[in-house]
Nanobody, 125 residues
Framework: QVQLVESGGGLVQAGGSLRLSCTAS????????TAWFRQAPGKEREFVAT????????YYADSVKGRFTISRDNSKNTVYLQMNSLKPEDTAVYYC??????????????????WGQGTQVTVSS
């Protein structure tokens, strides 16, 4: 099993920045990807960003492209989501996920087997 723990959420004004962290423990995964999803009240969970372990390829939702950056520190088993120029519509619970998605599921929650508990991000206008 893999355990994922997110941190770094909070309240920020529009235009501000936050950095989320996701630290993995437990069984090491030799390949796959780590992703961030989010879910706003009354809405379905949506893909935000993902990064493949091998090669480091990254994918972003159009809504966050150019504002968010996903990165990884292998020595700390931690994946980060740097969020800049935050907007009120970015308000959501952000979830870290890990797994071995194929290309057709890399931006889908179906591609990920392990999930964190979520961290709240609130952006005030």
């Amino acid at each position: 099993q893999v355990q994922l723990v997110e941190s770094g959420g909070g309240l920020v004004q529009a235009g501000g920045s936050l950095r989320l962290s996701c630290t993995a423990s437990g069984r090491a995964l030799s390949d796959g990807a780590t992703a961030w999803f989010r879910q706003a009240p009354g809405k379905e969970r949506e893909f935000v960003a993902t990064r493949r372990w091998s090669g480091g390829n990254t994918y972003y939702a159009d809504s966050v492209k150019g504002r968010f950056t996903i990165s990884r520190d292998n020595s700390k088993n931690t994946v980060y989501l740097q969020m800049n120029s935050l907007k009120p519509e970015d308000t959501a619970v952000y979830y870290c996920a890990a797994g071995r998605p194929i290309i057709s599921t890399i931006t889908s929650s179906r591609g990920y087997s392990y999930w964190g508990q979520g961290t709240q991000v609130t952006v005030s206008s």
